[in-house]
């Protein structure tokens, strides 16, 4: 009977290996510098945000993302100046106009708050994330690449320049 447990023990094991290396396959997460670089590219792309003159960002949980996008308050990102860039563990109870989710615990609630607010809302494309919301940040095949839901964004009042459609695969 112990080796019959020990046997089914081993076989989970062996499967959860395989699982997480055929998700860690199809997609790795995309080193940060690129991402808050990618960022200001993606809001150039998003025809509401391209409009503004000033855009603000949020950052739910992710203290490194925040600290690579704080030397770039004041500057121009996209076609608009970053005039304003919060950090949180929490939701924050004000709008902003992009949502960067950097947990996957709290991607549900994040999605709500930016369909509620019109917000944009990007998000690592790391393992635990369920990808739903607007537009993940990843690695495949060793370039960066783009996960775009359009239901989402449409739920988010986003209206994306054709450019991405050609670039992004949709989810």
């Known amino acids: 009977m112990l080796l019959y447990d020990s046997k089914i023990k081993l076989k989970l094991l062996l499967l959860t290996l395989m699982i997480s290396i055929a998700f860690g396959a199809n997609s790795e997460e995309l080193p940060l510098r690129l991402q808050v670089a990618l960022i200001s590219k993606i809001i150039a792309m998003e025809h509401n945000l391209a409009q503004k003159k000033e855009v603000t960002i949020y950052v739910l949980n992710a203290p490194k993302v925040f600290d690579i996008l704080k030397d770039d308050v004041g500057f121009k990102i996209g076609n608009s100046i970053l005039s304003r860039l919060d950090f949180g ?17 709290q991607e549900a609630s994040a999605v709500k708050y930016a369909e509620k607010t019109r917000t944009l809302s990007l998000y690592p494309i790391i393992n635990g994330m369920q990808k739903i919301g607007s537009l993940g940040l990843g690695i495949k095949s060793g370039k960066p690449m783009f996960l775009l839901d359009l239901e989402q964004s449409e739920s988010e009042g986003l209206h994306w320049n054709s450019k991405i459609l050609k670039i992004a695969q949709l989810k």
């Open 89 to 105: 563990k929490v939701l924050p109870e004000v709008k902003y106009d992009v949502l960067y989710i950097g947990s996957y615990t």
